[in-house]
């Protein structure tokens, strides 16, 4: 693929017809593939025929239809091959398990989400002997000094979850490439918003459970990478997705399939409400962090790292001080105002808002999330986009009139 542009690169890959020419993929139904003569079957098993240009062996190893789905994966992120797993985590474990070896050593950023920090704090260390060391990867001295002899993976968020700070990609791929080290990107947070492989990330993870799916009905990840390294994922001895088998259904990798062709009208939606809450929730001096705001830490980053097209991606954070507080702005927003749900997760159609401290980062520490800026009364909000801009925002102030963050609504704001 020569060009540069994700979408026009997913349009390529999309023109994979189904098997009577649909204009959707078929699904692959089958766990298993026929040889045609016996001789082949030792082939397949000592890799002489792998698939997907060899033959099809088995519906753990590669699936037909997960692999096209992974191949629009690898179109949107730029990267050589890709490949789907059952969950976020599978993809990030059989990542950082495909990069490491008993004894190695990874950088992680110390803002990332619970499931991946208690991946790095407790499960590799306990079951791998595979340690991690935490660090603000804003500051690029602290990680240089946290890499050792045994260092294999810089590990970060393109936008970290619930922080909502920007990895400055380029400049890590830079120290990764020093230290002859690999750089890992989550990029959960900002499909086609960031592309971290085009500024040296060598791989990319995602958990399509968010925004790529968008309909918070199915669980779901993919790692993005060299055909290399998405082979190695496969490898019948040692292959983390082939051997602990964290496998996609067909089924689910085609209902996947029929909501990426729309990801992009919806990522510039999101991001489109998110900007006009956050600017207006300034205004009215409630504390909001998104890095759309020009006194974001990142904006200045985020301007130049991001694709201008998609704005600064559908996630807000608004501090109340208090938890008590969150969970009264929560209560009225949800049981009010029927602005949105309490519920964890983002990327899904309507507003779903949660309490980092005390949910998707409760895994942390409390020295841990103090040094990571999550405070208790944080509240994160993936912002949605039904409903109109004015309905959402009148219910918005409303809430918050009602628990006295601010005295009265904007005036002329709608
Ligand atoms: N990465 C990030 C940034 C996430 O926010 C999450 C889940 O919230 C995951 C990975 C894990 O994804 P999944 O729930 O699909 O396993």
Redesign the pocket.
């Known amino acids: 693929m020569t060009t540069q542009d994700p979408i026009e690169r997913l349009a390529e890959a999309r023109h994979e017809f189904g098997e009577h020419g649909g204009v959707n993929m078929s699904i692959e139904a089958s766990t298993t593939f026929t040889v045609m003569e016996p001789g082949t079957m030792p082939d397949l098993f000592e890799g002489r025929k792998a698939a997907p240009e060899g033959c099809y062996l088995y519906g753990r190893h590669f699936n037909p239809t997960v692999y096209q789905l992974g191949r629009q994966l690898a179109a949107i992120e730029g990267t050589e091959a890709a490949y789907c797993a059952a ?4 993809s ?1 474990s059989a990542a950082l398990l495909q990069l490491c070896e008993t004894g190695d050593h990874i950088v992680a950023s110390n803002t ?2 619970g ?2 920090y208690a991946l790095m704090h407790d499960f590799l260390p306990a079951k791998a002997d595979i340690h991690t060391t935490f660090v603000d990867v804003a500051d690029l001295a602290a990680v240089k000094a946290a890499i050792t002899g045994k260092t294999r993976v810089i590990y970060a ?1 393109s936008i970290a ?1 619930p922080t909502l700070r920007v990895s400055n990609i380029p400049a890590l791929a830079e120290l990764a490439r020093t230290h002859d080290i690999q750089l890992v990107i ?1 990029n ?2 900002s499909p086609l918003v960031l592309t971290p492989a085009s500024m040296g990330a060598d791989v990319v993870v995602h ?4 925004f790529i799916n968008g309909a918070s009905d199915i ?3 993919a790692v993005c990478g060299t055909t290399e390294f998405i082979q190695g994922l496969m490898d019948l001895h040692t292959g983390p997705l082939m051997i602990l088998g964290p496998t996609m259904d067909p089924a689910v990798a085609s209902k996947i399939s029929l909501r990426v062709p729309h990801l992009a009208l919806r990522m510039v939606e999101h991001a489109h409400r998110a900007q006009t809450f956050a600017e207006r929730l300034q205004r009215l001096a409630v504390p909001v962090a998104y890095p759309g705001l020009p006194d974001h830490p990142d904006h200045e980053l985020m301007r130049e790292l991001r694709c201008e097209d998609y704005g600064f991606g559908g996630v807000l954070t608004l501090d109340l001080g208090s938890v008590e507080k969150a969970h009264e702005l929560m209560d009225a927003l949800q049981n009010t105002y029927r602005f949105g749900f309490m519920a ?3 990327g899904y159609f309507d507003t779903l808002m949660s309490c980092p401290g005390s949910s ?1 980062s409760s895994e942390m520490s409390d020295e841990d999330l103090s040094s990571a800026g999550i405070g208790e009364g944080l509240v994160r909000m993936s912002v949605g986009y039904t409903g109109t801009i004015a309905q959402r925002w009148r219910q918005l102030e409303s809430a918050l009139v009602d628990i006295g963050v601010i005295e009265k609504p904007l005036t002329g704001a709608v």
Not at 87 to 90: D, E, K, Q, T, Y
Not at 207 to 210: A, D, E, N, V, Y
Request: aromatic share 8%.
């Open positions: 969950s976020g985590m599978a990030v990332v989400y499931g991946s968020e979850n989550d959960t947070f958990s399509m459970t968010k669980i779901a990840g964890v997760s983002l998707t």
